[in-house]
Every structure is written in C-alpha cells, then in structure tokens.
C-alpha cells in the first residue's frame, strides 16, 4: 500500500533492538544467533518476561505454529501499537522479545480493510515465503530478495497480478509501489498474507494489498498506510528470528479482540 510516510501525532520513541529468544533448541533454525540471545526456555529470562501472555489467548493457531507475533493496540482508533514475540515450547508459549513499540495505519485496525484506506486489517496471518529489502541480506532464515530497479508490488486491482510482487519494465498501473525506490521503509520488509495465499486462494479486487512489516519511513516513527511498522533494529531482530521451518504467524487485532484468534 503506497504513501509509506503517513505521519500523526507524536513520536513513538526508539528504543534499543530487541532481545529476540529463538526457539527451544530442538525447534530453532539453523541461522546465527547473537552471543545476547538466549537459546531455550530458562536461560536467559526475556525483560518483562511476567507482563500479560497475550499469546495463551490465541485458539486458532495451526499446531504446526512455533512462532508467533502479534500487533496489538488498545483500540481499533490508534495507530500506536505494540509487537510482541513468541514462541511455543513444551509447557505453552513463552515470550521471546520485549514489547516493542509499533505504528499502524493512520485510520488504525479494521475487520474490512479495503484498497486505498489506510487501515490495518485484523487477523491472522502467514509471512510471505520471501522476504525483501533495498539493503543487503541482514541474514534472515527466509529466501531473500534484493530489490533491483523494475520492482513492483502490483496494486491494480484490474491486474490479473494483483497484490503480488512483479518485476517489470512498466508500472503495473494503479497504486503500485516502486519498491526499490522506498527509502529508508523498505530497507528490509516481510510479507504479511492479507488478501493472498495462505488466506485466500488469490487476491480479491479492491480488497486490499501490500500490507507488510517494514522499517519507520521517519526516524521519530510514523502512521502508516496500512503497514505494521518498526524501528530499524527491531525489525532486523524480528525478521532474522523468523524461521519458516516453524510455521509462524502474525496476529493483528486490538487486545481486546485477541480471544477470537
């Protein structure tokens, strides 16, 4: 979704990068792991570890799921949210990242997100199978696409390629995004699957496209136009624990609608 750079109210403030726990070591990856990060369940408590588990009201995650994050906000209004890490291991979820502040779209959640309305729509949802950024591989466990001049996010909804991502001499037509020319929102991004595959067999017009996890498009944090979106640090600490080996997913929803996932 275009207009990266959406900006209301004040700052939401920068933290450090996050502290990322990876999975019990049965379940992790085979990526690196910072000398900082834990490597299971009772070794290095994650900060904040005894605030509310909001993942233990989740019911409708597939089994296969070991890793999940959720965005989560205090109302359907705010475009101030909140990230939240993870990850499942013998005894039930346990957190693996602090609270890491987020923005959302300016118009805040919706259950009906449409084309061109700056709302983040609720649900539950896959990572797209690439990830992609401007910038070099910052060493994430996905297939990892370097953007190059002639990237397009397809969003044109008379397209037969609507919502997906195209390589083309031409613009796709519509409110299709020049990815690489998305600077610095989309030094790094991951897919979130609203209105593709795994979710719905293919993309329906006018519902909506390009939502993703990306960088703030200002060092002081901003709304987005649908977007989830994260300081640079802490989404390069996200996207590099995000293994697809573990089937995550991400859940976007005000906190007090949480129990219907």
Avoid at 247 to 253: E, Q
Wanted: aromatic share 10%; charged share 10%.
């Amino acid at each position: 979704m275009k207009r990266r750079s959406l900006l209301l109210g004040a700052a939401a403030g920068l933290a450090a990068p996050a502290v990322l726990t990876p999975a019990a070591p049965a379940l992790a990856g085979s990526g690196p792991l910072r000398p900082t990060w834990s490597t299971g369940p009772g070794q290095r408590p994650v900060p904040g570890q005894h605030r509310p588990n909001r993942a233990r009201e989740l019911t409708t995650l597939p089994a296969a799921t070991k890793q999940v994050i959720i965005v989560g906000a205090s109302s359907y209004s705010t475009t101030y949210a909140t990230l939240e890490a993870y990850v499942r291991v013998w005894n039930g979820w346990q957190p693996a990242s602090e609270v890491l502040p987020a923005r959302i779209g300016s118009k805040g959640f919706s259950d009906n997100h449409v084309e061109g309305v700056p709302t983040t729509p609720t649900g539950v949802y896959s990572i797209g199978p690439t990830m992609y950024g401007i910038s070099a591989n910052p060493g994430v466990r996905f297939p990892y696409h370097r953007l190059v001049s002639g990237d397009w996010w397809n969003e044109n909804p008379s397209s037969s390629r609507y919502n997906t991502f195209q390589h083309s001499d031409t613009n796709p037509g519509g409110a299709s995004e020049a990815l690489w020319k998305e600077v610095p929102a989309y030094t790094h991004f991951a897919v979130i699957t609203y209105n593709m595959p795994p979710n719905v067999p293919k993309p329906v017009p006018n519902a909506g496209s390009g939502i993703f996890l990306h960088q703030f498009s200002t060092s002081a944090g901003n709304a987005t136009a649908g977007c989830v979106s994260l300081a640079h640090g802490h989404l390069v600490d996200v996207l590099n624990w995000l293994d697809p080996a573990l089937s995550p997913r991400i859940v976007l929803s005000p906190y007090a609608q949480l129990s219907r996932y």
